[in-house]
C-alpha cells in the first residue's frame, strides 16, 4: 500500500493489478506483464488480442498460412458485430506488430506487403 501525502491530507491507493498465478499486487499494467513474463513464463493478452488471434485461427482454417491486415479486418468483421470501423484498422495493426513483438506471432515482407502467421 502506497500513501501519498498532499498538504495536510493522506490518501491511500491500492494496487489494481494482481497476478493471476501468485496473486502478487501491481500499481500498472507493465509491471504485471515483465513479472507474468519472466516468472511464470507466460505472456499475457488483452482481450483484442486474444480476438485477432482467433480471427488469425479461423484464417489458418480457411487455408491462409501468411496473412495481410486486410484478411485480418475481413474476418474480423465477420466474427464480431460489436465493432466500430472508424480506427479498426489501425487497431489491428497495431495489435498485430505488438503479438510479433510478444513472440507470438511471425512477420515477414513480401513485395512490400506486411504478412504475419501464427507461431507454433
Known amino acids: 500500500m502506497i500513501f501519498l501525502v498532499r498538504k495536510t491530507r493522506v490518501v491511500s491507493i491500492q494496487p489494481m493489478y ?6 502478487k499486487r501491481f500499481f500498472n499494467f507493465v509491471n504485471l506483464f515483465t513479472h507474468a513474463k519472466y516468472k511464470h513464463d507466460v505472456i499475457l493478452l488483452s482481450g483484442a488480442e486474444y480476438r485477432v488471434i482467433l480471427v488469425c485461427r ?9 496473412v495481410t491486415y486486410s484478411d485480418v479486418y475481413g474476418v474480423y468483421r465477420e466474427m464480431f458485430d460489436d465493432v466500430s470501423g472508424k480506427t479498426l484498422r489501425n487497431r489491428i495493426r497495431f ?5 510479433t513483438r ?18 507454433e
Open 18 to 23: 494482481r497476478c493471476p498465478y501468485c496473486g
Open 58 to 66: 479461423r484464417l489458418k482454417e480457411r487455408g491462409h498460412t501468411w
Open 95 to 99: 495489435i498485430l506488430h505488438s503479438l
Open 102 to 119: 510478444k513472440g507470438v506471432m511471425e512477420m515477414r515482407r513480401k513485395h512490400d506487403i506486411v504478412q504475419f502467421r501464427l507461431r
